[in-house]
């Protein structure tokens, strides 16, 4: 099968006419006509009645070689042509089914671009893959986010979290760093380091608020984490690349958001159940039915600091207004 410029496909009748099969039926035309119009000019006799059979017989010829030609097309198509298309799409489509199934495995679906304030669209795709999962991971600094947005979410699930060592300093060291090069040449690095130590006292405090909203909160504090934050649902997993050496100069760096049979999914579902084996991890547990006791026991063994209840209030206050400014400025709800 034949297709003109504009890409339309050619009927039979146009593929004859483009053809030299075309041409020698229209020459066999010509002469015909040619023969028959010469024999109508000449008188009676042996000269004109052999110019009338010439004629007449090259009209029949051309008329029996059209339709023959017509009825070849016609089988080559459907012998030859047909054929070949069919398994031309054919092999398009499981090239393209391949192709697909390499995206799925090796490439994001979302890449969001790095910000300085929280991106609405980011975190309300984040918040549908937290509706729909059971089992939510976290690996982070100090799991502020993940605190609020639990509270945010009503179905019960099982909440895996890992954090930094806050007794240790190279468990602040990278996410430092990162905060240093976003605050320029007059930061301040003890300033800074006492606000990553904040920022994790806070994250724990909304962990324990947010034990109501699940079946429970498993916290691995490790002395020196991936620096790249990881969230793992059913569905998903997103990476938000604080390693970059690019990054920096805004608040929030890119993430890449990877779907379930993904690749980087699996590697680091592994990652996370590999926890535990090391023997390096210190492991907590928070209930729905752990008391303000119990926390303060925990607290005090992650941070190796006492929390007094004054502080502890404090801390709650502090929580509750992080955790409106993030519900505000990422357009969340109430």
Sequence with gaps: MSADPGG?????LEEIFRTRTGLLLLTLVVVAGACLALASA????TARTFIEA??????????????QTMLTANATRRALVAPVIEESKRTLQELSSEYRALNNEFFPTHIFAASSRPDPTF?????RDLRETRQYFFRGFSGRHAAARLLLSQAEREIHVVIADPRVN???GGRARYLLRHEGADADSDAVRRQLRDETWIGLVGLY???NRCAGVEITVLADPPLDRVEMFDGSVWV??????GQGRTLYPRTLRFSEGSFIYGMERAEFLRLGTSGTERHFRLTPASTRSDFIGV???????ALADEQFHQLRDRFHTFRQKFTVAAELGS
């Design 8 to 12: 339309l496909r050619s009927s039979p």
């Design 42 to 45: 000449m008188q009676a006799g």
């Design 54 to 67: 010439v004629g007449t017989g090259t009209l029949i010829s051309a008329v029996v070689g059209f339709g």
């Design 123 to 127: 975190n309300q795709l984040m918040m």
């Design 170 to 172: 190279t468990g602040a």
């Design 209 to 211: 608020l947010a034990r």
């Design 240 to 245: 938000t690349l604080y390693s970059d050496p």
């Design 299 to 305: 607290f005090e063994e992650i941070t190796g600091n």
